[in-house]
């Protein structure tokens, strides 16, 4: 626009191609946290930290297949072996294996939360693919409460993403 009005609205383009960024940061995700599940060095209480992993990980499946069963309708490419992000999500946890559980949570809190906002300003922004966005801000702010949860000691911390997973019994995953 020439006029210098702000321009509010996203282009189908804009909102398609953040959809493929989403769906391939549920890759990189996947491969992440299967990698962390797997090869963790700091468990220190193993019975509680390990299903915790194991949340974090359905809950980015379960978006992920949604995504996959819906993107190729909108002509979205979408590939869940992609292996440039499988390949990237286990060279970042590879890095992080060794931390103890607390610094674990302190490094994704703030590894998480900026694409915790993005989302979230994505979805408030989508159109008429608001029900793709609203899945996808809200798993990426059911893994940040966690995280945060986590952080400060709360109990049932895992109860918001067993919330987010309890939602989707249709995905096929679950
Ligand atoms: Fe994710």
Known sequence: MSDGSLNLETSPEVLLAQLA????????????????????????DEAAQRPALELLLKVEQITAAIMAAHLPTLEVPCDLDDPLMRAQGIKDADVWLNLGWPE?????????????QQYRDQSERAGGFWPLFYLVDKHETAIFD?????????????????????AYPNSGLV
Do not use: S
């Open 146 to 166: 966690y995280l945060q949860a986590e952080q400060q000691g709360e109990k049932n911390a895992t109860a918001v993403l067993q919330r987010f997973i309890d």
């Open 104 to 116: 674990l949570i302190d490094t994704l809190v703030d590894w998480v939360e900026p694409y915790q």
């Open 21 to 44: 960024g989403a769906f391939r940061g549920e890759v990189y995700g996947i491969a992440f946290f299967t990698h962390m599940l797997t090869h963790y060095q700091g468990y220190t």
